[in-house]
Every structure is written in C-alpha cells, then in structure tokens.
C-alpha cells in the first residue's frame, strides 16, 4: 500500500518553455501533498506544500509563479515548472501523506521526474 | 525555522559491523522524526521512524534512539550488508497541524558505503 507514482520520469525541454509533472497517490487519498527539489549529492529542499482545494504554501525563495502547484484532488498534485531555464534543471521529488493506522505524518515519495533544461 | 543537522557526511564500514548516524534539531516542537534510504537515483524509502512519546524503536537490524532533552536521534544499523550502501537522509517534523501534516525538514544525508 501507499503507492505515489510521478510522470513523467525524464524529460528534456528547451529554455523557455513549460514542463507539467503529475504526481498521483495510487491507493490512498493524500490529505498533503510536497514538492521538492533535489540536486545531485545533496538533499531534498521542500518547495512547496499543498492539500486539495486550497493554495499552496511556498517556502522560502521559490518562485510561485515560476512553479505552478494545482492539487485538484486527493489524489492528484501537478507541478508546472514556468519559463523554464538551465538552472531549473533537477531531480524534482513529490511524496503524499494521509492518515493511516501507522500515523498521520508518513510521507510516502514518488520515484522522481528528471529535468534537463538545454 | 527547524534545522536539522546530519553526522557524518560519509561513513564507510566492514560488511558485519554496524554503522550509527547522528541527527540534531532545533525545533522543539518536532514530534516526528523519520529516517529514509535513498539510492542513486531513485525515491527516498521510509526504513524506520519514531515519534516523541517513545524513547527507542526497533526493527530487524534497524534501530531508531531518540532523545528529546537534548534534541537528537540516531540510526543503528547492525550486521551491515552491500545493500545497505546508500545515502541515508533524517527528517524532523511537527506532525499534523490544523492544515494537514507538517513538513519534513531535511539532514544533509549520509553517504554509507558497505565494504565486502
């Protein structure tokens, strides 16, 4: 159980352009959902929170223009990375949570999307 | 904010002895403290976490000590094995808020290296 999937897996784009990430709890209804980023030997740098229908909390120095967070549903998050540029290029990670018999605070990650930016 | 600093950055130990990583935090509110595993290029796993009402957590050749005086938690891992070999990342949150979970707030992660 607690399955998060992430599509796509790589992509490659163009500066300029705009990459759409999906991020979908398979078995589960996800009360939260977070975006990080994670460049590589380093570690995960939360971006952004969200929970279905309402806005999503942005952390410090992240552009929430530049990085579109839609949570529609309790089980589908998207992350649309604006205007994209060569140094937005990163592993981008989403993990979902939701109450369990475990806990409420287990976030379970998605396998991560891979961005290169030319 | 919290911060949560990771120790060491690298270890690396023969396969059969056991390997402990050190965590701190500054939150005092932090109630929930996970630990993940993460290989090249691929998802963060949950291995084992604790919550603040219990002071120690096992799970095979896993353990978790916790000590909320003093604000740090520490991975124990015994009779270590080549799949161990990977970055191992603790976490510290608040658990859940009137708005949801709380977020996670990251170690720098340590790289683990089994030698044969």
């Known amino acids: 159980g607690a399955v998060v999937s992430q599509h796509p897996s790589r992509v490659i784009c163009k500066s300029g352009t705009s990459v759409k990430i999906e991020c979908r709890s398979l078995?589960?209804?996800?009360?939260?959902m977070f975006w990080y980023r994670q460049f590589p030997k380093q570690s995960l740098m939360l971006m952004a929170t969200?929970?279905?229908?309402?806005?999503?909390?942005?952390e410090q120095g992240v552009e929430k223009d530049k990085f579109l967070i839609n949570h529609a549903s309790l089980t589908l998050s998207t992350l649309t990375v604006t205007s994209a540029h060569p140094e937005d290029s990163s592993f981008y990670i989403c993990?979902?949570?939701?109450?369990?018999?475990?806990?409420?605070?287990?976030?379970?990650f998605g396998p991560g999307t891979r961005l290169t930016v030319l | 904010g919290e911060n949560v600093e990771q120790h060491p950055s690298t270890l690396s130990v023969q396969e059969g002895d056991s390997a402990v990583i050190k965590c701190t935090y500054s939150?005092?509110?932090?109630?929930?403290f996970p630990w993940y595993k993460q290989e090249l290029g691929k998802r963060p796993q949950l291995i084992i976490d604790?919550?603040?009402?219990?002071g120690e957590k096992k799970d095979q050749r896993i353990a978790v000590t916790l000590n909320k005086t003093a604000k740090h938690f520490s991975l124990h891992i015994t009779e270590t094995q080549p799949e161990d070999s990977a970055v191992y990342f603790c976490?510290?949150?608040?658990?859940?808020?009137?708005?949801?979970?709380?977020?996670?707030?990251f170690g720098t992660g340590t790289r683990l290296t089994i030698i044969p």
């Open positions: 993990s979902a949570s939701t109450v369990t018999a475990r806990g409420a605070d287990t976030q379970y």
């Open positions: 078995d589960f209804q996800a009360t939260t």
């Open positions: 969200s929970n279905e229908g309402s806005k999503a909390t942005y």
């Open positions: 939150d005092s509110a932090s109630n929930y």
């Open positions: 604790i919550r603040s009402n219990v």
């Open positions: 976490a510290a949150s608040r658990g859940l808020s009137n708005f949801g979970n709380e977020k996670l707030t």
